[in-house]
């Protein structure tokens, strides 16, 4: 099993920024990739971001945040972190991290999630 826990999120003016982190722990090893997907009321959760521990995949983000958000990783820490710029009332969601041995673009190819976090973004 493997452990994702998110924190970051909170309320923010339009223009501003925050950072999620997400702390992986147990079985990391059995995983490669590492994901942020957000969903806002009423809508599927929507792929964010995605990043490999090891590297091998360069890290890629969803067009929709491209040049605005950027997904980085502290292997020594196993944790994930999303750097979120520019922030817009739209990005409101709840923000969830996943894992899963190879990365993908959608939520069936991620088998371990966190919790969530809350991200209000206010105009």
């Known amino acids: 099993q493997v452990q994702l826990v998110e924190s970051g999120g909170g309320l923010v003016q339009a223009g501003g920024s925050l950072r999620l982190a997400c702390a992986a722990s147990g079985r990391t090893f059995s995983t490669d990739a590492m994901a942020w997907f957000r969903q806002s009321p009423g809508t599927e959760r929507e792929f964010v971001a995605a990043?490999?521990?090891?590297?091998?995949?360069?890290?890629y983000t969803a067009d929709s945040v491209k040049g605005r958000f950027t997904i980085s990783r502290d292997n020594a820490k196993n944790t994930v972190y999303l750097q979120m710029n520019s922030l817009k009332p739209e990005d409101t969601a709840v923000y969830y991290c996943?894992?899963?041995?190879?990365?993908?673009?959608?939520?069936?190819?991620?088998?371990?999630w966190g919790q969530g976090t809350q991200v209000t973004v206010s105009s």
């Open positions: 990043i490999t521990w090891s590297g091998r995949i360069p890290a």
């Open positions: 996943a894992s899963a041995r190879r990365v993908g673009g959608g939520q069936s190819d991620y088998e371990y």
